[in-house]
């Protein structure tokens, strides 16, 4: 008979892929709005927003950024979030692989942590989603100040880097 020493371990494994709301991201560039890509004209960017099919972007989380060098007053990104209000699902700012992050942040957000007090915890490492490196950071900062030991990669192998110390201080594993 084979025994799963894994199963028995209390090992709890996390994929953070099951954070991530699964609304896709659509791009929302404000260079095509500036006169000369580097001016913005207030009226002819009210007056073109008006204009601009919100539909496309129902129930999509909206990434608003300029991929130009153009100074862009705070106003005009509150104004671009009032179009898109009642469409879009969320609007960030930011290009997609930044909107990716803040989409997992907010999922990782509703998690309750103090679940994982005293456990040892794995971090899945291989995924069928391209995972920011970031959200590693973000779920390591929450789960550093509960767990027994934290983990990154697979139960078969893992790479170990984080262990509590006997008094209760932070201690990385070397």
């Not at 608003?64 to 060098?69: L, Q, R």
């Not at 990104?77 to 960030?92: E, K, P, S």
């Not at 192998?157 to 594993?173: E, L």
Request: net charge neutral; charged share 25%; aromatic share 14%.
């Amino acid at each position: 008979m084979i025994d799963n020493k894994v199963a028995k371990s209390g090992l709890i494994t996390i994929d953070l892929k099951t954070y991530l709301d699964p609304a896709p991201v659509a791009e929302f560039d404000l260079k095509d709005y500036l006169y000369m890509e580097y001016v913005l004209r207030e009226k002819d960017f009210r007056e073109a927003l008006g204009q601009h099919d919100w539909e496309q972007y129902r129930n999509k989380n909206l990434a608003v950024f300029c991929s130009t060098d153009a100074i862009i007053a705070s106003w005009a990104y509150m104004l671009v979030a009032t179009y898109a209000a009642g469409t879009a699902r969320n609007v960030w700012f930011g290009n997609k692989p930044d909107v990716w992050l803040e989409a997992y942040r907010a999922g990782l957000e509703k998690e309750d942590w103090s679940r994982f007090a005293g456990k040892r915890v794995l971090l899945k490492g291989c995924s069928d989603v391209q995972m920011p490196p970031g959200v590693y950071l973000y779920a390591a900062n929450r789960l550093l100040p509960v767990v027994d030991r934290l983990m990154y990669g697979e139960a078969c192998s893992f790479v170990p880097v984080y262990r509590k110390s006997k008094n209760k201080t932070a201690a990385a594993v070397e």
